[in-house]
């Protein structure tokens, strides 16, 4: 079975490299960020995101019982929590800084790490996250790391939110780019860092079509 993981920071463009993969190969896709912005979405509602440490069964067993769905829609995949809707509220900045506090905690990680394996089916997966190729598919036969310079990616992150309708100050979204940054890559579970069997790229000064014909060259020598 094919799988190719994107590992990289925030604003790198993976996201929209992974669909575009997704749909080139035609793979299933997962974004793993989204399932973690919706388990700090979940635990933010129920009261349990500031006190983790203190209720890390209760939010262990929220992790499990996460109920969600992808649903593929002509604006793209549409995001439920327990039956609602939640595709644009899980873009806002906060529920990604929830995402991020959940994304330390090693039960949490563990809790999640069965329902994204169940990603990878015989049609092959385009997984995108931060461990993708390091913890979650080690055994993925394409990995890429993909990165950029931490303002280019807090200017696309601010156009992106800006067509998606989310009201945002760029200047706030740096800071909180390199506060997640610095989070993701320091922890002690699951560091953002890329595979040894990695390729790097930085996407700083390339187009998204430059990126993707870069990574499609790598891809097509590795798939099985
Ligand atoms: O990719 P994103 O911005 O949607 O991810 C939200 C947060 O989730 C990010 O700060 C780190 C965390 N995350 C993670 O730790 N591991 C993953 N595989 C994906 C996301």
Redesign the pocket.
Known sequence: MNIITI?GP?GSG??TLATKLAQHYQFQLL???????LL?LSLAEQGLLNTLNGNIAEAVHVATHLDIEFIPSNAGILTYLNGQDVSKQIRQEDV?QF??K??AVAPL?DALLAR?RQFATLQGLVA?????GTV?FPQAQAKIYLTASVTSRAERRYKQLQAMGVDAKLSAILINIEE?DR??MEREV?P?KPATDAIIIDSSHLSIDTVFNQMCAYIDTKLI
């Open positions: 590992d925030s993976k996201g974004d793993s960020g989204a399932i973690y912005r700090g990604g995402a991020s959940v994304a990680r994204q995108d996250g931060r461990d993708m979650v997640r989070r993701d699951a953002l």
